[in-house]
């Protein structure tokens, strides 16, 4: 009510003209005609009738997990008939305020029981129009109903829910509101105010990006023109000291005059690029490092194709690490290095420093360092329900033909994780507003994938991912040497995300624990990438620090101190007791070539 007594009523959405918004729609189409028939002419083959007929439309094997839920529901109807009716009761409750709303009460707190933080609905039309904020609610309750009914039913393993979760919220994600023409009111609003212009410029951009994917719809997420290697991204003054059919090895020229005794190594994951460490300048893990007095060299991985089939785990440690290790020496006297391993890198670096126990060279290596890294695959998350055996066959199957994963079926992978973020905001963006994707370094280098060879990736697959043999004693051997990773002494600093999709914290805290040396742990905030590369210049986010490393990863967090600000600091305070002496820097000299090299610019 208003001081005079009036009832003030909410903000409303101004419905389209129906005629204005055919005839935008209809000059879209008749606009757009001519590039959908130059698409049909030149893709509609029978070679591609082909390819889509082979499809699998069930990737994830879920068919299983929802027959055995349908039996569950048909054994217990009273449950899910009692979930059927508190959902009725919600539908009634959110449609009685929507009336309110509609006749002009407003209803603030019963707005309020549905997430207004969802970035999909953060134009203000989904709070203040009755319409647009009946629609979001309905779709909001409808898929806490779906989830709910999973949740509650009895007879169904962890397993099983967390796949049937996982497709669902897929779906979910997918019927968005947000997603549709005549359900979005920014679209809605861009159509009118353009004409349908949008409409035009987005079936342009969805045409060239099926172009792009040679028939594959391959959703453009950033300005690919914007970004050049050793221009913009990975600028970082190096020089490639050292090459191999696995890797080539960057050393970094120095940005002080003094220089710790102790070499850094930095080890990304070959499932990516080495550069997410070395954006643009003044997003850099590794140019920050140089500066802070670290000689760094880093690993960059070759992106390989079917004449590396057979490279093996072993190989990747053999012709990666060890390799460095000898090449590290050889470069600057120095016996002794600290290690630094990002996921897959780190996966790596343990099975290294367990190797190098039994062969009694642990002390090669002072100090290992491990950013978002499993050792216990137990708690993997997402990932593990792309992982059965009928999945890894299929993708064994796949990699017998090619040679290699492609990188293109990872991405696929990554992105079905993060669906709203990684796809359903771009198809908005670039095909209902018509708008060109934001130039984004960081997307830039998730759409640079990489391969996996055949041999190493089903070695992988099998003994981390589905059997975590990784973590039992002696549970895999690599150069005829059983792995045991509870033998490592040498001192580690584990840096977990909090929000990390791809390796959670929890089962990065619970490998940490598992090691009998001395370990520290770190909780930085955000996700597996942006917690991750988040330099202390922009003061974004926090992390959390705990001496103590008890069994339970909720009692180190309950016990945790928290720090505003990037981690990046506090592991420099940490590893200056392994960095040695200082030393007058020395010139670098000329390489193989410049940084960032040649392999990292192999596509895929």
């Known amino acids: 009510m208003t001081q005079n007594g009036n009832t003030e009523h909410p903000k409303e959405f101004k419905a389209p003209d129906p005629v204005a918004l055919g005839q935008a729609m209809l000059d879209a189409y008749q606009k757009a005609q001519p590039i959908f028939e130059e698409y049909v002419e030149k893709y509609a083959s029978p070679d591609s009738m082909e390819k889509f007929a082979s499809i699998n439309f069930d990737p994830m094997n879920v068919k299983e997990a929802y027959l055995d839920f349908l039996d569950q529901v048909m054994l217990k109807p009273e449950k899910f008939i009692e979930l059927q009716q508190n959902y009725m009761q919600d539908w009634m409750e959110l449609w009685q305020s929507s ?285 593990k329900l792309f992982l059965d055996d009928e999945q890894i066959k299929a993708l064994e199957h796949m990699m017998q033909s090619q040679g290699v994963l492609s990188g293109k079926e990872l991405q696929r992978t990554f992105s079905l994780m993060r669906a709203n973020d990684l796809i359903w905001s771009f198809v908005v963006n670039n095909y209902l507003l018509g708008r060109e994707p934001f130039p984004f370094d960081l997307l830039y280098w998730n759409d640079d994938c990489t391969n996996m060879p055949a041999a190493m990736h089903s070695f992988y697959l099998r003994n981390m991912y589905r059997d975590n043999k990784l973590i039992e004693p002696c549970g895999i051997e690599i150069n005829d040497i059983k792995i045991d990773l509870s033998k490592i002494k040498t001192p580690c600093h584990f840096i977990s995300t909090k929000e990390d999709h791809i390796a959670p914290w929890l089962a990065t805290y619970d490998g940490a624990a598992s090691l009998n040396s001395k370990v520290k742990f770190t909780l930085a905030a955000s996700g597996h990438i942006a917690g991750v590369v988040n330099p202390p210049a922009k003061n974004k986010y926090c992390y959390w620090s705990n001496n103590d490393l008890p069994k339970d990863p909720e009692a180190w967090l309950e016990g945790a101190k928290e720090f505003e600000g990037s981690w990046w600091p506090y592991w420099q305070k940490w590893i200056v007791d392994y960095a040695g002496d200082q030393e007058k820097a020395t010139k670098l000299e000329k390489g193989l070539e410049a940084a960032p090299g040649s392999y990292v610019r192999v596509k895929g």
């Open 99 to 383: 009336v309110s709303r509609f006749i002009g009460e407003t209803q603030e707190e019963q707005d309020n029981r549905f997430d207004t933080k969802d970035r999909r609905f953060k134009s203000q039309e989904w709070q203040e129009s009755a319409l647009f904020n009946f629609i979001k609610n309905s779709y909001l309750l409808t898929c806490k109903h779906m989830e709910d009914v999973i949740t509650n039913t009895d007879g169904l393993n962890d397993k099983q829910k967390e796949k049937l979760r996982f497709q669902t919220r897929l779906f979910s994600d997918a019927m968005s509101p947000s997603n549709f023409l005549m359900t979005n009111p920014d679209v809605l609003n861009e159509t009118l105010k353009t004409g349908g212009e949008n409409l035009v410029k987005g079936f342009e951009n969805l045409i060239n990006d099926l172009k792009r994917g040679q028939g594959d719809l391959s959703i453009s997420t950033t300005n690919y023109e914007a970004f050049e290697l050793g221009k913009n991204i990975a600028v970082t003054e190096g020089q490639v000291v050292y090459q191999n059919d696995l890797m080539q090895l960057i050393q970094y020229a120095p940005k002080t005059d003094q220089v710790f005794k102790t070499p850094l190594l930095v080890i990304p994951p070959w499932i990516n690029k080495y550069y997410i460490l070395d954006l643009r300048a003044g997003n850099s893990l590794i140019e920050w490092l140089v500066e802070q007095g670290h000689t760094v060299f880093t690993v960059s991985w070759v992106n390989p194709n079917a004449s590396l089939a057979k490279k093996t785990f072993a190989d990747y440690m053999n012709e990666g690490i060890l390799e460095s290790l000898d090449q590290i020496e050889k470069i600057t006297g120095e016996k002794q290095i600290n290690a630094m391993g990002y996921c897959l890198g780190g996966t790596l670096l343990a099975t290294t420093l367990s190797y190098l126990h039994t062969k009694k060279q642990e002390k090669r290596i002072k100090s290992a360092t491990f950013l978002t890294t499993l050792l216990d695959f137990d708690k993997a998350g997402d990932m």
